[in-house]
């Protein structure tokens, strides 16, 4: 015991371990060592001999079973404790470190898993969102689309209140796409979407069904008149080009329009009725709407028998086809004939071209027409020697990539000459079409079959297109040589087009001739051909046989 405490005492002799040195004379020299029992010299001792919590306490806290530190002299100084070791303690103590790495790789671990598991579960409720959301909207405008449409127009059905259906569909649409691109096409549809969301803040819903294709719905009182009004806002909308990345576009839009209340009628039905109404708009001359009525299903479903018994019709072969002479303005002899399309007499309807023929267009059936037409005209032309024959074009015909091949697969299959073919396309077809339809007539002129204008100064006249396109001939149409003896105006312009004509060396025929004195001011205007009743009506192929035989007809 010390006046610091109690200390542990070490004494040595100090004593030569070499035999050969001579211990000094001196007297003997001891090695003290000493260290204080303090707790951090004990723990120090219980960690490195791995004894549990060791420590030395005073005599007065000493435990039985504790082992006592007495001095020299026999004196208790005090006790030395420890924590008895169990079975398995020193084998935990080494591994429950590794244990708890273990466990907080694990807690990581399943931290990491239950993160990603997280994540994966908002993705997979995002995408079966957006697939929801997809299902139910157009891609490209994000409006409601079909799906969407039928629904809420199925819940608004099964209301008292009246529903007004607006079927609206892009008239050139598709004229712009074949023009530009489809991505101009798509910015146009996304333009026309936001411009109807702006003028319908009233509508129940507006949603794309594809294409140029839109419905808007109005329900409640006063439905069928905000339909209506909503019509001519669009119409109106639509009057002027849209500006689309620099390019000008221009459509319009025919709108039918169909109304019922309560359960008068399904969505499908209500669908199909604004279908009907829209293309009697568009059968009407496009750009205008049309409400539904019984009368519209009447002619819808005449519209479909005259489909199917023309179908019979061209698989048979049963097409009559009539010839209107077509008289050199110098020789006045026969020069050349034009093939109408009629409809069979054998037939029990009874039709004429300007219905069958828009009913061909819309049934999809104008291919197969018009290439019967002009089979039929090459084969009867054959006993025709010198003489040209003119066939009508539908533009629905132009828009086919192999238009030119098959049409010259045709003639050359009946044996005919090419240049004994000219085909007529009428003015309508060039607007927008011109850069369509220039390689297309190049490739038939240079073939030999000639292109005529048809129906020159109807409507869209145009000095571009003349020069562009480089026509064989321009066909005046029969409303300015009907005027021609009783206007200055129909004469002048009837001499101008002379001038056009011979300026990009074309020919000029005069249609609807119908007396000697119209005959005579068109010579001096400069035609070369006259076609009207007064040298002779649409007639068989076995009368055109027969004038031909015959003796030719006296100049007029």
């Known amino acids: 015991e010390t006046a610091a405490g109690p200390a542990i005492v070490a004494v040595g002799n100090i004593v030569l371990t070499t035999e050969d040195l001579v211990p000094p004379a001196s007297p003997p020299r001891f ?58 303690d020193l084998a935990l103590t080494n591994v429950l470190p590794k244990a708890y790495l273990m466990l907080m790789l694990l807690i990581g671990v399943m931290a990491a898993i239950a993160v990603l598991s997280w994540r994966q579960y908002r993705l997979i409720s995002e995408r079966e969102a957006r697939a929801q959301r997809d299902a139910r909207e157009d891609a490209l405008t994000r409006l409601p689309n079909r799906n969407a449409l039928m629904e809420s127009l199925t819940a608004l059905l099964l209301q008292p209140e009246p529903v007004a259906v607006t ?53 409640g009182q006063g439905a069928e008149e905000s339909a209506k009004a909503t019509a001519a806002r669009i119409i109106s909308f639509l009057g002027d080009p849209v500006e689309i990345g620099g390019r000008m576009a221009q459509v319009g839009a025919s709108i039918g329009i169909a109304v019922a209340a309560g359960n008068a009628a399904t969505a499908s039905e209500v669908m199909r009725r604004a279908d009907v109404a829209m293309y009697a708009a568009k059968s009407a001359g496009k750009n205008r709407f049309c409400l539904f009525d019984a009368a519209m299903d009447n002619s819808r479903d005449e519209t479909a028998e005259i489909a199917s018994e ?20 110098t020789t006045m002899q026969v020069a050349a004939v034009e093939a109408l399309a009629r409809w069979p007499q054998s037939s029990q309807l009874k039709i004429g071209p300007d219905r069958f023929i828009p009913v061909a267009e819309t049934a999809g059936l104008i291919d197969r027409l018009g290439e019967a037409i002009l089979e039929k005209a090459c084969r009867d032309a054959a006993q025709w020697p010198g003489i040209r024959v003119s066939v009508n074009v539908s533009p629905l015909q132009l828009r086919h990539p192999h238009f030119a091949q098959r049409t010259l697969a045709i003639i050359d299959r009946c044996g005919i000459a090419r240049n004994r073919i000219e085909i007529e396309v009428t003015e309508g077809t ?48 029969r409303s300015l040589t009907k005027s021609i003896l009783s206007s200055e105006v129909a004469r002048n312009m009837i001499q101008a087009t002379g ?6 060396k074309a020919q000029v025929t ?38 031909l035989a015959a003796k030719p007809a006296a100049a007029a």
């Open 310 to 329: 023309l179908q019979r019709i061209l698989a048979e072969g049963r097409l009559e086809i009539a010839y209107q002479p077509i008289i050199d303005a």
């Open 31 to 88: 090695l003290v060592f000493w260290k204080f029992m303090t707790p951090d010299y004990v723990s120090a001792i219980g960690s490195k001999f791995v004894v549990k919590n060791l420590a030395f306490v005073p005599q007065d806290k000493a435990a039985p079973g504790d082992v006592l530190v007495t001095s020299a002299a026999g004196e208790t100084l005090g006790a030395m404790q420890w924590q008895d070791r169990r079975p398995g």
């Open 499 to 504: 001038l056009i004509a011979a300026g990009i």
């Open 430 to 477: 060039m607007i927008d079409n011109i850069r369509r339809l220039q390689p297309l007539f190049e490739t038939l002129r240079k073939a030999g079959v000639s292109v005529a204008l048809d129906d020159f100064g109807s409507g869209y006249s145009s000095i571009a297109y003349l020069r562009e396109l480089h026509f064989d001939r321009i066909k005046i149409d």
């Open 510 to 547: 005069a249609e609807g001739v119908e007396s000697g004195d119209e005959v005579a001011l068109l010579r001096l205007a400069g035609c070369s051909e006259y076609q009207g009743y007064f040298f002779g009506r649409p007639q068989p192929a076995s009368a055109i046989t027969e004038s």
């Open 167 to 219: 079927f609206v569909d892009l008239d050139g649409f598709k004229d712009v796409n074949d023009t530009y691109d489809h991505e101009t096409g798509d910015r146009l549809i996304m333009a026309v979407a936001a411009g109807l969301t702006v003028l319908t803040p009233e509508a129940h819903l507006i949603s794309r069904i594809g294409g140029g294709e839109v419905v808007i719905v109005h329900a």
